[in-house]
């Protein structure tokens, strides 16, 4: 069973501590993540002016709009990899059929040499014969 950690990090000048089943780095990653976006807040013009419910949303909005990017980007990267999987599928089995075709030609070839070799033992033989 997982062991559950806790940190103490620092977002917005404030200490946290922050708990969860993630490694003590992660929540520093958190953490740093958090203090990027605010400090990108920090240098909007009037944000210093505005009252913390409306920085806390700010903040929120902020990040919410990275997930949905972040998660909009891992779509696409997920429909590519899906189509190059279909594209690597076809090429295979365009591949396995090539193959095919050309074991089949080498079978035709070979039949064909063969019957052109009992023809020539058939007319030898019937030469014998007369």
Same mark, same amino acid.
């Given at each position: 069973? &997982?062991?559950?950690?806790? &940190?103490?990090?620092?977002i917005g000048g404030k200490i946290i501590t922050l708990g969860g089943y993630e490694?003590?780095?992660?929540?520093q990653q958190v953490a740093s993540y958090m203090n990027k976006k605010i400090g990108?807040?920090?240098?909007?013009?009037?944000?210093? !002016?505005?009252? +913390?419910?409306?920085?806390?949303?700010?903040?929120?909005?902020?990040?919410?709009?990275?997930?949905?990017? &972040?998660?909009?980007?891992?779509?696409?990267?997920?429909?590519?990899?899906?189509?190059?999987?279909?594209?690597?599928?076809?090429?295979?089995?365009?591949?396995?059929?090539? !193959?095919?075709?050309k074991g089949e030609q080498e079978a035709q070839d070979e039949k064909n040499l063969?019957?052109?070799?009992?023809?020539?033992?058939?007319?030898?033989?019937?030469? +014998?014969?007369?």
């Open positions: 069973m &997982a062991v559950k950690n806790t &940190a103490q990090v620092i490694s003590e780095e992660y929540f990108e807040l920090e240098t909007v013009p009037g944000y210093g !002016r505005q009252p +913390m419910e409306t920085k806390h949303m700010l903040l929120s909005l902020n990040i919410t709009d990275d997930y949905f990017k &972040a998660k909009k980007q891992v779509e696409t990267y997920e429909l590519d990899l899906q189509q190059k999987d279909q594209e690597m599928y076809d090429l295979k089995h365009e591949v396995i059929s090539l !193959r095919m075709q063969l019957e052109g070799k009992v023809k020539e033992l058939e007319k030898e033989l019937d030469e +014998m014969l007369k």
